[in-house]
């Protein structure tokens, strides 16, 4: 353990452990991002979405999203499946993910806020075409 | 990042429930998935709800398990963790009430708590002092260090209204005050961890579940009377507590937060661990200090008082663990936000530590002025098995009973002293119909005896007295006469003991005979102990219209007192140890007692 020498140091440290303990709180406002981990998403292949889900998350440092996971939708053959919830919006359902088309979602639909339309369900969004 | 925290409580009850072997294995089984980088395990201090645990949450979540075993926390692990679906009949059952599972903080009793001195009980680990920095930990002592005065930081305090959660109530400002007031010089800051109440586990929780927060709170009372030296005075029937301290004050010490030159601001501070051996005098101030110098925990009179003639005769300030747990939120929050809650004459929020006849044992804050309704009711979730409430008991051995007619009364220092009561450290026991009024003064005073440090007369031979008293009178031996001895001998012992221990110790006669007068005569008067409590007053008899002789009683009787022949009626005879085997037993309810 290094001796923490002053103010500013301290306030460095608090800034780099905050999202450690950031989900530990009723966060309503945040964006969900859901990845399905039923047996059928797990089997094609959603432990390694839900994972590159999270070090993405955690890699730009997005405070205001909350990773989560669900059973099956009914929707197996289509697994895996992602589901991005920004709070007031319609959520939208990704089919078919894999880690890459993970990158796109969360670098163009949950940060810059739109949708990634081809990766959708039926390859439209409303108010997307 | 880790998208999924697991937060196992390891406060002394879920810890004895096995909670560390929960936390080895979700290890265990993380690494296994490789899932160790991206779902973390917590253990945390205390949630409250001691009643059912082991308690695990799981959030982003927020989802609140309860009375986890082995085989559960395999299920959350295989079901929850791994796949997102929730165990739902391992789920706190308040948390599904409305249909459908809420988050913890929704559920009927958090809703109504509000948490400033448990603020991190049960959300950070209390052995990861990263994780007290990450939630603005020493922040308070680096705000004052930087940009206070000692007598800007007494006067933050002051404004906020706290009063000392030890008992007395007294202001904390105006105590800091004075021992600032003293010439510069050697100066104490002590914190009160002996928590002697019987039933009492607020300020163990703190010391469990946020350790840091009185280590950062000690810091700032020292910057502001001028002291460079502290104790904690915690009794070793705590040890999970000393330990989580004693790796706290290590930490701290190891990154700066205690010793020279703290955060670079020239201020000065250290402190030792003290060990008490659990005796209840040693909870009294004075008595504490002189534990501390190393000699009896007898009290002194005052004055003078510690502030000015404390620890090894220097000033010295004297706060009670759950005090000084509000102190770091008070710098960082305001005095006017800590004001804003509460009553007139007693500001923020009260942890109470609920026992006895309710369904949610544990640990709760509330602000101050909520009604015992409230508590009890809601928060509480009434009384198990249908039965009906007759008196809470607040304050320990200091304290008195108060009845259901003053349910509504808002609990502060000054409401509760009014109906014969007092705000105490914490401790908060709710009795149902079947409790003894007589049985429950007889209990504090029996406590009492033991506990006086022998000092003097008034205390020592009169506790005693009122003791025999009692026994007479629950055992059918009172006369009317004894009543009048009780309340006289009571104003006796509170006027002449030398310390509050002797000075409150008559509270739980003097409020029993108050509210519960009618109870007291019929034991005099009838020899009769109307909630069936006192054994000497009771006889069992075996109901000869409803008895069929199925022999059961006979069988388990532990004394062979009962006998007749099968298909026969049954007799109790003289041997009968009215242990209550037989009543439980019997399924034609044919055994009463009377
Ligand atoms: C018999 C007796 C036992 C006490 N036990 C405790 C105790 O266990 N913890 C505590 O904080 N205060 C206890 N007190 C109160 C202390 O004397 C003192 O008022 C308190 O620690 C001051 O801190 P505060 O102003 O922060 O409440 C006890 C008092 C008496 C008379």
Partial sequence: MKKIANVEELNAMRDKLKDKIGIRHDVPNNIQVVVGMGTCGIAAGAPAVLSAVTKEVGRLNLQNVTVAHKGCQGNCENEPIVEVIIPGKEPVTYVNMNSQKVTKIIGEHVVGGKPVVEYSKYGRIKGFE | ?594
């Fill in chain 2, 1 to 594: 990042m880790y998208r999924s925290h697991i937060l196992v409580c390891a406060g002394t009850n879920c810890h004895s429930g096995k909670s560390d072997k929960f936390i080895e294995y979700l290890d265990e089984k993380l690494l296994e998935h490789k899932l160790n980088e991206e779902v973390k395990v917590v253990k945390t201090g205390c949630f409250g709800l001691c009643a059912f645990g082991p308690v695990v949450v799981v959030y982003p979540e927020g989802i609140f398990y309860q009375m986890v075993d082995q085989a559960g926390i395999e299920r959350i692990f295989a079901e929850h963790v791994l796949k997102g679906r929730i165990v739902d009949d391992l789920v706190y059952e308040e948390s599904k009430k409305h249909g459908v599972i809420e988050p913890f903080e929704q559920t009927d009793f958090f809703r109504k708590q509000v948490r400033v001195a448990l603020h991190n009980c049960g959300v950070i680990d209390p052995e990861d002092i990263n994780e007290y920095i990450a939630v603005d930990g020493y922040q308070a002592l680096a705000k004052v260090l930087t940009t206070m005065t000692p007598q800007q930081v007494i006067d933050e305090i002051k404004a906020s209204g706290l009063r000392g959660r030890g008992g007395a109530g007294f202001p904390t400002g105006l105590k800091w005050s004075f021992a600032a007031a003293e010439p510069a010089g050697k100066k104490y800051i002590c914190c009160n961890a002996d928590e002697g109440d019987p039933g009492a586990f607020m300020d163990r929780s703190v010391l469990e579940g946020d350790p840091h927060v009185l280590i950062e709170a000690m810091a700032i009372a020292a910057y502001a009377v001028g002291a460079d030296e502290g104790y904690k005075y915690v009794r070793a029937e705590y040890p999970l507590a000393v330990q989580r301290f004693q790796k706290a004050l290590d930490d701290a010490r190891a990154m700066g937060f205690l010793g020279e030159n703290i955060l670079g601001t020239g201020f000065s501070f250290d402190m030792h661990v003290k060990l008490g051996a659990g005796a209840f005098v040693c909870g009294e101030e004075t008595a504490l200090l002189t534990s501390i110098e190393g000699n009896r925990g007898e009290p002194r009179p005052r004055p003078p008082f510690p502030a000015v003639k404390g620890l090894f005769g220097k000033p010295t300030v004297l706060n009670n663990v759950e005090t000084l747990a509000n102190i770091p939120r008070i710098i960082m929050e305001g005095a006017d936000w800590f004001a804003g809650m509460g009553t007139e004459t007693s500001k923020g929020t009260k942890v109470f530590a609920l026992g006895g006849n309710i369904v949610n044992v544990g640990l709760v804050e509330v602000p101050m002025g909520i009604t015992l309704r409230e508590i009890v009711e809601e928060i509480g979730g009434g009384i198990p098995s249908g039965k009906k409430f007759k008196a809470a008991q607040t304050g320990g051995p200091s304290g008195g009973c108060i009845p259901a007619k003053l349910l509504d009364t808002g609990i502060d220092y000054e409401s509760l002293a009014q109906v014969g009561s007092m705000m105490g450290s914490g401790g908060l026991i709710v009795m149902d119909e079947d409790s003894c009024m007589v049985d429950i003064a007889k209990f504090y005073l029996d406590f009492t005896v033991d506990e006086s440090c022998g000092k003097c007369a008034p205390c020592r031979i009169g506790t005693k007295q009122l003791l025999e008293i009692l026994e007479k009178i629950t055992q059918g031996q009172g006369v009317m006469e004894d009543l009048d001895t009780l309340k006289t001998l009571s104003t006796h012992i509170m006027e002449n003991s030398l310390c509050a221990l002797g000075q409150t110790a008559p509270n739980p006669v003097a409020s029993t005979l108050e509210y519960f007068w009618d109870e007291y005569v019929e034991h005099v008067v009838n020899k009769k102990c109307p909630a069936g409590m006192c054994k000497d007053l009771l006889t069992y008899t075996i109901l000869p219209d409803k008895c069929i002789g199925c022999t059961i009683c006979a069988r388990v009787c532990p004394v062979n007192a009962i006998s007749g022949k099968v298909k026969e009626i049954h007799t109790i005879d003289e041997k009968c140890i009215k242990c209550g085997v037989c009543v439980d037993k019997c399924k034609f309810d044919a055994i009463i007692k009377v």
